[in-house]
């Protein structure tokens, strides 16, 4: 199910979302519902419109000529090339998708639930088409049930300790995607579906249906929907991100992303935090022989002396790693330090420090110049260059990790900003 629309590739619940990621072949899509002060059901997941619109206003003290005038402006997630979209109203997305697809539908506000069920039983084998979707704890879901809908109860965090008193008012259970496996597989004991949301990543999609639940609510449906590589060379030139290029988190929400500059095709990492930016559209590679290359810079200034940044690759899935911190995945790393010093580290699961495989020594680095590298993977050895200057270049035999998948990454919490472009693999 597209999860607003599919969120992380189109901005959130616009008809452009709605489908794009119909094209892209969900057969559900879910749908936040507002009412304008003038009565309009509207397409809108925040009760307020400030974070997708600038504009610090209720949606329900907004009529609905006020509110169409605003745009959801998604660059700030989506890179900012995005374009700006309408904000629909909930009868254009029925009267669209109603009869071709089944429809998660939820009362943000919680006051329109007569209006809301009136217009969905206004439609054809409305039942078939449309679950009604809410908090567990909500008290709609009797209405709902009464009228011949089929009902989806989700737990957030806070609520997961109620899945025995509230599990038994619902059809279908959801579970965010943060759970612990134990919490998802009490839910799963119910027999009843269970629905994942927000699920992001290939391995979150994985983890979740290996535990028994048997739908997701997905925010990056083309590439999750995928399995293998859709680019071998990164997009920033675009100034929109690709389907599944993700920073370490999305729990932090929008300020969690990094800034794609299309004037200089490059992302900037420049979060005061220990930070990796996954690219996951160039993932997996699958080819046993194969090259990375990348040119990277401190745009500004240069961190202090024993501070690195540089890349991860030979990773098995698209689990975020993080350099220094633990991880559930493994893989190498390829860092440079401002001295010049290029260093090789292999880290396995749950080891935070690594094993150091082997550095050289190259040129100091300095601000604001390009540095360009390479990595040659073969299936018995790993031969990483430095090909800016005189061609300083190192080997390890190293076979562990020949994973697929590759992230950008900063080191260190200062704030520092490093860059990346020309990011390909051959």
Request: proline share 7%; aromatic share 8%.
């Amino acid at each position: 199910m597209a999860h607003r629309g599919s969120g992380d590739n189109w901005p959130e619940h616009t008809m452009r979302a709605y489908l794009q990621s119909t094209k892209a072949g969900v057969p559900a899509l879910e749908v936040s519902v507002n009412s304008t002060s003038d009565g309009v059901l509207v397409c809108h997941h925040d009760q307020n419109a400030l974070r997708v619109t600038g504009q610090d206003r209720d949606v329900a003290e907004l009529t609905y000529a006020e509110l169409s005038a605003l745009r959801v402006d998604a660059r700030g997630w989506l890179g900012p090339a995005t374009g700006l979209e309408p904000i629909p109203t909930v009868r254009e997305v029925l009267d669209r998708f109603a009869s071709s697809h089944v429809i998660f539908i939820e009362d943000k506000q919680g006051t329109n639930t007569v209006a809301l069920l009136d217009l969905m039983d206004s439609y054809p084998a409305s039942t078939e088409h449309f679950v009604w979707k809410q908090p567990a704890p909500a008290l709609q879901v009797a209405e709902a049930s009464a009228r011949g809908y089929k009902t989806w109860g989700y737990f957030m965090p806070d609520t997961e300790p109620r899945l025995d008193e509230l599990a038994t008012r619902f059809d279908y259970l959801g579970i965010h995607h943060s759970a612990d496996d134990g919490t998802i597989s009490k839910a799963v004991s119910y027999n009843k579906p269970v629905i994942c949301w927000e699920i992001h990543t290939r391995s979150a999609c994985d983890r979740v249906t290996s535990l028994g639940v048997q739908g997701v609510m997905c925010a990056n449906v083309p590439y999750v929907m995928s399995t293998g590589p859709a680019e071998t060379q990164d997009r920033f030139s675009t100034g929109e991100r690709a389907a599944g290029d993700l920073p370490w988190t999305v729990d932090q929400g929008w300020d969690a992303q990094p800034t794609v500059d299309a004037a200089s095709a490059s992302v900037l990492l420049d979060k005061d935090q220990n930070f990796s930016y996954r690219l996951g559209s160039m993932g997996p590679v699958t080819r046993e022989m194969h090259s990375l290359a990348f040119d990277m810079c401190w745009p500004k200034e240069l961190p202090s002396e024993l501070l690195h940044a540089g890349i991860a690759f030979g990773q098995q899935d698209d689990s975020p790693y993080r350099v220094l911190l633990p991880s559930s995945v493994g893989g190498y790393h390829l860092i440079i330090r401002p001295a010049g010093e290029l260093v090789l580290y292999r880290r396995d699961p749950g080891n935070p420090a690594g094993t150091r495989l082997q550095s050289i020594m190259t040129a100091p680095v300095r601000a604001a110049e390009w540095m360009r590298f390479k990595i040659e993977v073969t299936p018995a050895s790993l031969r990483f260059s430095r090909l800016d200057g005189t061609g300083w270049s190192g080997m390890t035999m190293d076979r562990e990790y020949r994973g697929g998948y590759v992230s950008l990454c900063k080191d260190y919490p200062d704030p520092v900003p490093v860059q990346f472009r020309n990011v390909s693999i051959t």
